[in-house]
């Protein structure tokens, strides 16, 4: 049986990869088109500064009858940060959290602690999506960055990623088949579309509407994804098998996936809420000239030091970190202020000394 909610991932007749999500049975939430690994990249590259917050300041409450409304309307709270920011992160953590706290109470002694246990999983929940955050920036970083370590060949630094973190090789992503409208030997979405957009669910109204365009019924295979940490390693994996890369966009200096063999230096994200990076970085950066393409690179590298610094701590306790190891904190901190720097510096607004200045560390 399904667990909801959940995420079907078809391959459609146009060669297009499509995402269905349900929060509920028979109920489509939200569908769309994709090139796989644009969410892996988003989730790799989001703010979770007020998230990081609002849990540690959920954590500090004493977790009694007393604090019950309080807690529970906080762990809500912290997940509602992200909600907008990402298009199915937000989904499977609220998701889940309904979950966890809807299970029934079986146990007839110690009730109240029965009652506020599943407030601990929740909060480990929201745990877990900082840590499965590291892990994703390793492995994008290690796997996926070919201008990394450009030294080391890929399957080197698969094997390394993989040793590294075990688990996150072994998730298992369902494939499951299901009757569904066939055309050219794939699902045939248009119908599929009508189907929920529709609400049909009579058979002999499905049948009806498969046979009008497509080529019939056939059973059809579709991945099922059942939580977040199966979206992320089915994105990451299926970016490895086809061989879909990632580059820092010039503007922004945020990943984005290079959906093709061509040159790309900039990405489609909106450049200080107005036209994207891809639409102004190459006159930007022709206006800064090549003093300013050497400023940049500079920045680049001391981003790469810093980073380095966060890569070293990620698997050390706190009586193992030496003075130049930075924690996540540390470091989502100084890459919240190097990426304001770098956006100053070229809007014009700080020289190139300055922003360099900026982001140093000792």
Not at 174 to 186: A, T
Not at 263 to 278: E, I, S
Request: with cysteine; charged share 30%.
């Amino acid at each position: 049986m399904e667990q909801y909610p959940c995420i079907k991932i078809f391959e459609g007749s146009d060669k297009l990869i499509y995402s269905m999500a349900y929060a509920y049975p028979n109920k489509v939430t939200q569908y769309a088109q994709k090139f796989i690994g644009n969410g892996l990249i988003e989730f790799v590259e989001m703010d979770f500064e007020e998230y990081r917050n609002l849990l540690i300041e959920t954590k500090s409450i004493p977790l009694t009858m007393e604090n019950y409304q309080t807690i529970r309307n906080k762990i809500f709270d912290v997940a509602q940060t992200i909600s907008g920011n990402h298009r199915y992160v937000y989904f499977f953590l609220v998701g889940l959290l309904n979950n966890i706290l809807k299970e029934p109470i079986h146990a007839q002694n110690e009730f109240e602690n029965a009652l506020l246990h599943p407030f601990a999983t929740c909060l480990e929940e929201l745990d877990h999506i900082l840590d499965l955050q590291e892990v994703c920036t390793k492995a994008v970083t290690t796997c996926l960055d070919k201008e990394n370590r450009s030294d080391t060949i890929m399957s080197q630094r698969l094997c390394e990623f993989v040793s590294e973190y075990p688990g996150f090789a072994e998730a298992t992503v369902k494939i499951k088949y299901e009757l569904l409208p066939k055309k050219n030997g794939k699902v045939d979405m248009e119908t599929m579309k009508d189907i929920h957009d529709w609400d049909l669910c009579e058979t002999d109204e499905l049948l009806e509407i498969m046979h009008q365009d497509g080529e019939g019924v056939s059973l059809m295979p579709y991945y099922l994804i059942e939580y977040l940490d199966e979206m992320l390693y089915f994105e990451f994996t299926d970016m490895l098998k086809n061989g879909r890369f990632v580059k820092r966009c010039k503007l922004c200096n945020r990943y984005f996936v290079l959906t093709d063999k061509r040159k790309r230096d900039f990405c489609d994200r909106p450049y200080n809420g107005g036209r994207t990076c891809k639409q102004v970085g190459a006159k930007l950066f022709y206006d800064k000239g090549v003093a300013g393409s050497t400023t940049l690179l500079a920045f680049l590298t001391e981003y790469n030091k810093v980073y380095s610094r966060r890569y070293r701590a990620v698997d050390k306790n706190e009586t193992e970190l030496s003075g130049k190891d930075m924690s996540a904190e540390e470091y989502a901190s100084w890459a919240k202020l190097a990426r304001q720097a770098r956006s100053d510096y070229l809007d014009g607004k700080i020289t190139g000394e300055e922003m360099l200045a900026k982001i140093k560390l000792e």
